[in-house]
């Protein structure tokens, strides 16, 4: 139906307005429900991440001091192994935060989905309706 077709019933024009505002409303409160959840998400994976790395170099701390009177080739060897494993662990950190990272996006794409089904349907129904009391 156009604008043209519903003639002076504003009530018609105003209630699907209505309706379309309800969904973007909805809309807008999934997206920040996800970021509010995606947010802790990413602390709580930042505070294992520092606590993890806080783990390793309070044992690195120890094996230097255990390795204080070590010859200077085992200390560099103890250096060169602690900084391979801090590597280690911040690769293990970077798959951690992508692996995170696309599920998140899938979350975000769900919602948007979900919106665009949402308002596909609105308008499907908006079309066959002629803003006529239904009969029936």
């Given at each position: 139906m156009t604008l043209e077709q519903t003639g002076t019933d504003t009530g018609f024009i105003h209630g699907h307005a209505a309706e379309h505002a309800g969904t973007e409303h909805r809309h807008v409160e999934d997206h920040r429900r996800l970021s509010q959840e995606h947010?802790?998400?990413?602390?709580?994976?930042?505070?294992?991440?520092?606590?993890?790395?806080?783990?390793?170099?309070?044992?690195?701390?120890?094996?230097?001091?255990?390795?204080?009177?070590?010859?200077?080739?085992?200390?560099?060897?103890?250096s060169a192994r602690h900084a391979f494993e801090h590597l280690l662990l911040e690769a293990k950190h970077a798959g951690q935060l992508a692996w995170m990272e696309l599920r998140h996006?899938?979350?975000?794409?769900?919602?948007?989905?979900?919106?665009?089904?949402?308002?596909?349907?609105?308008?499907?129904r908006h079309a066959r309706d002629d803003g006529r009391p239904q009969r029936v």
């Open positions: 947010l802790a998400a990413h602390q709580a994976l930042c505070d294992r991440h520092v606590d993890e790395h806080t783990g390793l170099a309070d044992r690195h701390v120890a094996e230097h001091e255990k390795a204080a009177d070590a010859r200077s080739a085992q200390k560099a060897a103890i996006a899938g979350e975000r794409i769900g919602v948007d989905a979900r919106h665009a089904f949402e308002l596909s349907a609105q308008e499907r």
